[in-house]
């Protein structure tokens, strides 16, 4: 699937949500964007953007293209952080606007952010875009546009899977009811194509991470309103809030969970595999129905794989240790883990390139298979109805994704990394309870789709 990238730098997530780069994750989709899918430029009508700290500088830089010429260097100095700014200087980000701006008018048909970080659907003459953008300190810390590919409608969930399938080097699809065998919930396969390979999983591997904090409140070695503190220590690229908090700042492990998996909060993510230890996550893997937990053995923190990622040395030392993504065997564990252990103090500094090129393949990431996250879903949704669990089931559905026709709850997770994206949902019918699964990864970050074309083919889907 060619793509013609129209954009200036990455907005760096692991999330897709996201997990949601250049060309590495977006953030990942998002209910607005993903429900202006089936929308044709002529049918869109403008939304106002919010007055929120990062609406204002979305509307800066729409204002900007609207305009005859700007920014100057002087303007993009002090509306871009340095972070940025140390890959893309004050006077090619002046070109940059200058090449954008061809590409304009822009008309902004949906928007859907947080306080620092946003997404808006801009319809254009030509092809339209998403535009990506993220604050840190009130400064513009990240910006990208990207063509809005709409996917296809799909009359059966079988042209579905044949459209993933050729929009990526590698996918999987799986479609699944919920059923019960023995009063034990599982997955049911309505249509699946290759559900069971392995492949990277990006943010979705919070799936784990919130079932091990279940299972640490249930033992009593946690409590939903225990406080965690942020350091610099704990301090993780970029997705989310809580990475801009100063030092000390505390947080519930509620809170943090809620952030983790609605915002994709990669320093919640951290702060929460700190709390209940390496160890317990690498266990709830095989708890919540993982078909080979020791793929993902040593369980990587977000900070340790952008660290490795993002450094050449350190790429190629665990690449060495790893012997490849599928290794699984007790040596390449314990070379990974003397890896980590002699990970030198950061301070979140990457070299953009290094860390845009994908590194799924070489043991940076987390693993899984399509059945895999099923059951990880399922799992989730089991645990919610116990006393330990009860906040899981908001904290699911704080952020679903997509809209699903007569659905009554949408638990989603998604997760992105440069050259992988996936998508997981647990949807309640009146009737039925599916759990649907895409996954895609390539060689290139350009190799699979994009986060909207994504969850339009997720949504048309489950129509």
């Not at 980000?93 to 061809?102: S, T």
């Not at 900070?303 to 599928?326: I, P, V, Y």
């Not at 009860?390 to 949408?410: D, H, L, S």
């Amino acid at each position: 699937m060619p793509r013609r990238r129209i954009a200036l730098a990455a907005v760096l997530a692991l999330a897709l949500a996201g997990c949601s780069g250049t060309p590495a994750p977006a953030p990942e989709p998002t209910e607005t964007a993903a429900t202006a899918a089936d929308a044709t430029p002529t049918d869109a009508a403008p939304v106002e953007l919010p007055d929120t700290a990062v609406g204002d500088a979305a509307r800066w830089v729409l204002d900007l293209l609207a305009a005859d010429s700007g920014p100057t260097a002087e303007e993009a100095q002090a509306r871009f952080g340095e972070e940025f700014l140390s890959q893309v200087p004050a006077d090619q980000v002046v070109q940059v606007f200058d090449q954008l701006r061809r590409e304009g008018p822009f008309t902004v048909v949906s928007w859907d952010g947080t306080e620092t970080q946003g997404t808006a659907e801009l319809d254009s003459p030509g092809t339209p875009v998403l535009m990506m953008l993220a604050l840190k300190d009130d400064r513009i810390d990240g910006l990208m546009f990207v063509p809005n590919e709409k996917a296809p409608e799909v009359d059966a969930p079988a042209d579905a899977a044949r459209a993933l399938a050729g929009a990526a080097e590698r996918s999987s699809f799986l479609l699944a009811e919920v059923t019960r065998n023995a009063g034990v919930p599982e997955c049911t396969p309505i249509e699946e194509r290759d559900a069971d390979t392995v492949l990277p999983i990006g943010s979705m591997f919070k799936l784990y991470v919130l079932g091990a904090v279940v299972t640490a409140v249930e033992d009593g070695r946690l409590t939903w309103d225990q406080e965690l503190t942020i350091t610099d220590a704990v301090r993780s690229l970029p997705s989310g809030d809580l990475r801009n908090e100063p030092d000390g700042t505390k947080v519930t492990v509620e809170e943090a969970a809620l952030k983790m998996i609605s915002n994709s909060d990669n320093t919640a993510a951290d702060l929460l595999i700190g709390a209940v230890g390496r160890e317990a996550v690498e266990e709830e893997l095989e708890a919540m129905g993982h078909h080979a937990p020791e793929l993902n053995r040593p369980f990587l923190t977000t900070r340790e794989a952008f660290q490795m990622a993002a450094d050449a040395g350190l790429r190629a030392k665990f690449a060495d240790a790893s012997e490849g993504f599928d290794d699984a065997t007790a040596e390449a564990s314990d070379a990974q883990r003397a890896v980590l252990e002699g990970l030198p103090e950061w301070d979140l500094g990457y070299d953009e390139q290094t860390l845009a090129d994908p590194a799924w393949d070489e043991g940076l990431d987390w693993y899984a298979t399509a059945r895999d996250l099923c059951a990880a879903q399922v799992a989730l949704q089991q645990r919610a109805g116990t006393e330990a669990g009860q906040p899981v089931r908001g904290i699911m559905a704080a952020y679903p994704g997509i809209e699903v026709p007569g659905a009554v709850y949408i638990g989603f997770k998604g997760g992105s990394a440069p050259g992988e994206l996936g998508l997981s949902f647990y949807v309640e019918g009146p009737e039925k309870i599916r759990v649907l699964v895409l996954q895609s990864a390539g060689s290139a970050a350009d190799a699979v789709p994009q986060p909207n074309w994504l969850a339009g083919l997720a949504e048309n889907t489950l129509d």
